[in-house]
């Protein structure tokens, strides 16, 4: 579990919207295409259950991918993710359109990324969070680390971490015992 020191709690529980990169942070970054350049990705089953519990809670959930997938549309239409921002070489205009959106600010937002495109949006959010697995060179612009890497549950720490720090989590599982 990421470590909630008192700063990680302090700046989470600020967070509106918590935007994800996909590869590498929703799977393992491993790319796989058929010989007719078909191309497949695997997603956490734990990790979409994070980005519904986030939603059922108040906290909008952004993508912002530098990469175009049909399949990662496919997921996020599954999990009920609305605002996705695919092939986006320069993330900062896809984040800009969607605080717009949101009616948010900058310090109202937390990202999770894992490499050196993902470094703008990690500068500008009040909460950065780097998967295990990141790139090192990112590590020191974030408040906190996942103990999964990414595509393996990483993303599921993240929404818990989050929902922990604003007093959300122990309900929201309190209410799937209900069920």
Same mark, same amino acid.
């Given at each position: 579990?990421?470590?909630?020191?008192?700063?990680?709690?302090?700046?989470?529980?600020?967070?509106? /919207? *918590?935007?994800?990169?996909?590869?590498?942070?929703?799977?393992?970054?491993?790319?796989?295409?058929?010989?007719?350049?078909?191309?497949?990705?695997?997603?956490?089953?734990?990790?979409?259950?994070?980005?519904?519990?986030?939603?059922?809670?108040?906290?909008?959930?952004?993508?912002?991918?530098?990469?175009?997938?049909?399949?990662?549309?496919?997921?996020?239409?599954?999990?009920?993710?609305?605002? *996705?921002?695919?092939?986006?070489?320069?993330?900062?205009?896809?984040?800009?359109?969607?605080?717009?959106?949101?009616?948010?600010?900058?310090?109202? *937002?937390?990202?999770?990324?894992?490499?050196?495109?993902?470094?703008?949006?990690?500068?500008?959010?009040?909460?950065?969070?780097?998967?295990?697995?990141?790139?090192?060179?990112?590590?020191?612009? /974030?408040?906190?680390?996942?103990?999964?890497?990414?595509? /393996?549950?990483?993303?599921?720490?993240?929404?818990?971490?989050?929902?922990?720090?604003?007093?959300?989590?122990?309900?929201?599982?309190?209410?799937?015992?209900?069920?």
């Amino acid at each position: 579990m990421i470590e909630l020191t008192s700063d990680f709690k302090q700046r989470a529980q600020a967070i509106k /919207c *918590v935007i994800f990169d996909v590869d590498g942070v929703l799977t393992d970054g491993k790319l796989f295409f058929d010989l007719n350049g078909q191309e497949y990705k695997s997603f956490h089953a734990q990790d979409g259950q994070g980005l519904k519990l986030l939603q059922q809670n108040g906290v909008d959930v952004g993508i912002i991918s530098g990469r175009s997938s049909s399949i990662v549309t496919r997921r996020m239409e599954n999990l009920g993710v609305r605002h *996705v921002y695919q092939g986006q070489e320069n993330k900062t205009a896809a984040f800009n359109d969607l605080l717009n959106k949101l009616n948010l600010n900058a310090d109202e *937002v937390a990202h999770v990324g894992d490499d050196l495109p993902d470094l703008a949006l990690m500068t500008r959010t009040r909460l950065s969070i780097a998967v295990n697995d990141a790139n090192p060179s990112i590590l020191s612009y /974030c408040q906190g680390q996942t103990e999964r890497a990414g595509g /393996c549950g990483a993303a599921r720490e993240v929404c818990d971490a989050i929902l922990s720090a604003q007093g959300k989590l122990e309900l929201a599982v309190r209410l799937f015992g209900d069920r």
